[in-house]
Each structure stands twice: as structure tokens, then as C-alpha cells.
């Protein structure tokens, strides 16, 4: 998913999404900064940017989140009992 600084509720709701792909450049993922979204099960891969600093989203035990070590992504892996992989 690319071309904006924030990637909201509709574009990850797509229920046959199964590997997502954040651009780097995206700063927010998810709705509004207090509200979070529930991403589909079948969703097992989630790529995010160092670029991501704000992350509002429900995941699943099914996905597995790849990101920067020391990202905001994975502080919210680790978090929310999330697998993590440094890519």
C-alpha cells in the first residue's frame, strides 16, 4: 500500500488480503489516532517501514508482523503478544 502518509480503516479491511506491504513514507496505520481497527484473519504477513510511528490496529494471532528492529512496529508487536520478525 503506498502513495499517502496514513493508510486508514478501508484499505486493510479487505477480508482476502493475506500479505500486506506498508510503504515507506507511511506514517500512520490505522483510522483515527484513538480508535483501532480489526485487520481479517486470513491477513498472516503485515511489512511496515521504520516510517510507521503510529500503529491503531487489532491484529489477529494469525499474522505475523515484519519490521525494522527497534521499530514502532515492533514495540507493538511485543505489546499486543504479536509474532515479530526484523527485516
Not at 502513495?3 to 500479505?19: F, Q
Not at 490505522?30 to 490496529?57: K, Q, W
Amino acid at each position: 500500500i503506498h502513495g499517502s502518509a496514513e493508510i486508514g480503516v478501508y484499505s486493510l479491511m479487505n477480508p482476502t488480503l493475506e500479505k500486506v506491504y506498508i510503504e515507506d513514507g507511511v506514517t500512520v496505520l490505522g483510522a483515527y489516532y484513538f480508535t483501532s481497527i480489526e485487520l481479517p484473519d486470513r491477513l498472516t504477513e503485515l511489512h511496515i517501514p521504520a516510517s510507521v510511528t503510529t500503529i491503531n490496529l487489532k491484529a489477529s494471532n494469525y499474522v505475523t508482523i515484519y519490521a525494522p528492529e527497534g521499530s514502532a512496529a515492533q514495540q507493538y508487536a511485543e505489546n499486543n503478544g504479536i509474532d515479530f520478525q526484523a527485516e
